[in-house]
């Protein structure tokens, strides 16, 4: 803090840093709050609202065990995020690494910028695109029974798969990027000198590379678990009816159950799992919180 006000001065240091804490009790801290309050009250009608009825409980909470449906969803959500993490993990790693390592300068940029274009529309239209070439009539049907990989067509959108390459297309740059910034501050020379050993590039990765760029590999994979976890667009827009996601029954609860108290409990045990997952993040990758905010 000190820092801010000897770069800017104290009149627009303390500008600055009532704008920032504006924005953390307003826009994050207040409204978590007022969810978790929302969590442990019943659901009553507003004139019952500060009357007897109107105590803290755990029913909202106990309603997600007792429903074994929605304990189903939720399990399958964790889960199926953790896949998606995985998948992009494994998607994005050798992108990261050949425009930090192999590519230099303009290429690199021209790349970057490659993969930064699609990004510029808007999530739902993505989306959308990926309904239309994974659907049932789409062009990628289409091209498999053409060249006679399928007899016939294949519903692709039935199941988890849609949802699956809909989540690693649309969480890349989330996990390229810290990658990129992680594996561009390795000294090429210990790559060279791994070489001239005759290090294999499998071992290569295992010792040097991956080692060096824990702290992106965390932030990517926290990143994008978070991002598929509390995905709504994507799973309703790429699913089915028996590949629901956990945000979808929080999206019931609030919009067409009416039952607000209820979504907010949800959501809440939903937020304590991201929240646990970044530490076991940190802790798996043995990392700080300061190196994961580089």
Not at 105 to 134: C, D, S
Not at 247 to 263: K, S, V
């Amino acid at each position: 803090m000190s820092a801010l006000f000897r770069r800017h001065g104290w009149p627009l240091g303390l500008v600055m840093l009532l704008i920032v804490a504006f924005w953390i009790v307003v826009q994050v801290v207040l409204p978590q709050l007022l969810m978790i309050d929302f969590s442990f009250r019943p659901n009553l009608l507003p004139d019952e609202m500060g009357g007897p009825k109107d105590v803290l409980t755990l029913t909202n909470y106990e309603t997600l065990w007792a429903n074994s449906v929605h304990f189903g969803i939720f399990v399958k959500t964790i889960v199926a995020s953790a896949a998606v993490t995985l998948l992009t993990l494994v998607v994005c790693y050798p992108i990261a690494f050949h425009l930090a390592y192999e590519l230099k300068g303009p290429k690199a940029a021209r790349l970057m910028l490659v993969l930064v274009i699609p990004f510029w529309i808007n999530e739902i239209l993505r989306t959308f695109a990926w309904y239309i070439v994974l659907a049932y009539a789409g062009p990628l049907n289409a091209v498999l029974v053409a060249v006679g990989i399928l007899d016939e067509p294949m519903r692709f959108l039935d199941g988890n798969g849609g949802v699956m390459v809909g989540m690693v297309y649309a969480y890349l740059l989330f996990m390229v990027f810290p990658l990129y910034n992680a594996i561009e501050s390795l000294d090429v020379a210990q790559v060279e000198a791994a070489r001239d050993l005759g290090a294999t590039w499998a071992r290569i990765h295992r010792r040097v590379v991956i080692p060096h760029a824990k702290p992106g590999i965390a932030t990517g994979c926290i990143m994008v678990f978070m991002l598929a976890a509390g995905s709504y667009a994507v799973p309703a827009l790429l699913g089915s009816p028996n590949s629901r996601w956990f945000t979808e029954i929080i999206y019931n609860w609030f919009f067409e159950g009416g039952n607000w108290n209820q979504g907010a409990a949800y959501a809440f045990i939903l937020l304590l799992l991201c929240v646990g997952f970044i530490f076991a993040m940190m802790k798996t990758f043995r990392v700080s919180l300061g190196e994961l905010t580089r």
